[in-house]
């Protein structure tokens, strides 16, 4: 039974994982530059980014509280001294790496949400303004942004890759 529990909670994990790490790479490489050119028109063009990153935002919120909730509840199963004996656990490789993966994923989360708190909004506004030097210039900031979080995403896998001893 125990070993059924841990396959199950690994697959939600990973699954969750390839959905909110494939798709931000997909949104990023296919439908962002697909935009600019399917839809000139500026405000056209967010009208229809807001009105998916809307739908999208609900599968990604989905993805995130299931991977946090598992990825602890993994790190339970596995390793349960990283909760009871962390000074321990932290002393070992694989809890150092384990360590840098929470950062890494709380940083993740933080950008990823304070980007989209920030700035989500105030998209639409603009566009329906007509104040598209505005825009741009916010959207530079928040496509760096989006880049980062979409990079911090791959070295989160990186480093999940490394705790499951891909890589020694």
Known sequence: M???LMITVLFIHVICAVFLVGSSIFVWVIVWPASSIAMPDEKQ???????MGKRYALWTNVSIILL????LLLVYLYRPSYFTDFSGTIATQWGQVLTVKIVAVA???GILYGNNL?????FPKLAEEGKFDELKRLRK???????I????????VLVAEIL????F
């Open 68 to 71: 946090t909730v598992t990825g």
């Open 2 to 4: 125990y070993d059924l």
């Open 118 to 122: 920030w700035h989500g909004k105030k």
């Open 45 to 51: 063009r967010t009208r229809f980014m807001s009105l």
């Open 141 to 147: 900031i928040s496509h760096l942004l989006s880049f």
């Open 149 to 156: 979080t979409v990079g911090m995403m791959v070295v989160v």
């Open 107 to 109: 940083l993740m989360y």
């Open 164 to 167: 499951a001893g891909v890589f």
